[in-house]
């Protein structure tokens, strides 16, 4: 009874995973706010009642997509923190999971920059939202630094952001980048090291 059980969740967790999958194969192609339910349906194989059994709606698989994306970079800056040898070397370490992260999750990192700034407008809301989480749990990293522990919670979300917005940006090179172009992979990790260094020039001087 329980091998059955298992092998059904195992088949409904495959069929989620396809129907993500189409979706970003699609959005890629057209755009997501011009991909249909029943588009996203049949590039995953699926009928569109098999569709509902997992989304609720196109946007509620939008919301998805986003958490996915966001979650993998997430807990990737999270296992760093905890390494005291990585946090000594924030800097380079951050430029490092940010590219990596992005090479090995291309499409789902390329679906939120397109969705970003145009598309739906629930993905755009959640991928601002997710960002402003984001914002606020590296502040909670950046406040251990020298130099920041004294400053105010505003200052020290406010530099978080400016880390988050270089992040982003770098992202956004990397999704563009073609494939087989270590050197160019090169120029972004140390354009990244570089402009985070030159935020972290200014903290010795700020006064909150």
């Known amino acids: 009874m329980s091998e059955a059980v298992s092998a059904r969740q195992q088949q409904k967790e495959r069929t989620r995973a396809a129907l993500l999958d189409a979706a970003l194969e699609l959005s890629s192609e057209q755009g997501f706010a011009q991909t249909s339910l029943r588009q996203v349906a049949k590039r995953a194989g699926v009928v569109p009642a098999a569709f509902y059994r997992h989304f609720a709606s196109m946007d509620e698989l939008g919301l998805a997509l986003v958490e996915r994306c966001f979650g993998t970079l997430r807990t990737m800056i ?35 920059a397109r969705e970003r700034v145009g598309g739906s407008e629930v993905v755009r809301r959640a991928i601002g939202h997710e960002l402003d989480l984001f914002v606020s749990e590296l502040a909670v990293v950046l406040a251990r630094l020298p130099n920041i522990e004294t400053w105010s919670a505003d200052d020290v979300q406010m530099v978080s952001r400016l880390f988050v917005r270089n992040m982003v ?25 570089r402009q985070m260094r030159l935020i972290v020039l200014g903290f010795e001087d700020w006064r909150s």
Do not use: H, T, Y
């Open 78 to 112: 999270r296992d760093a923190s905890r390494d005291p040898q990585v946090f000594l070397q924030i800097i380079d370490a951050a430029a490092e999971i940010l590219v990596d992260a992005v090479k090995q999750n291309k499409a789902d990192f390329a679906f939120v």
């Open 169 to 193: 940006a770098n992202a956004e090179e990397v999704v563009e980048m073609p494939e087989g172009r270590p050197d160019l992979e090169e120029r972004i990790r140390e354009g990244a090291r």
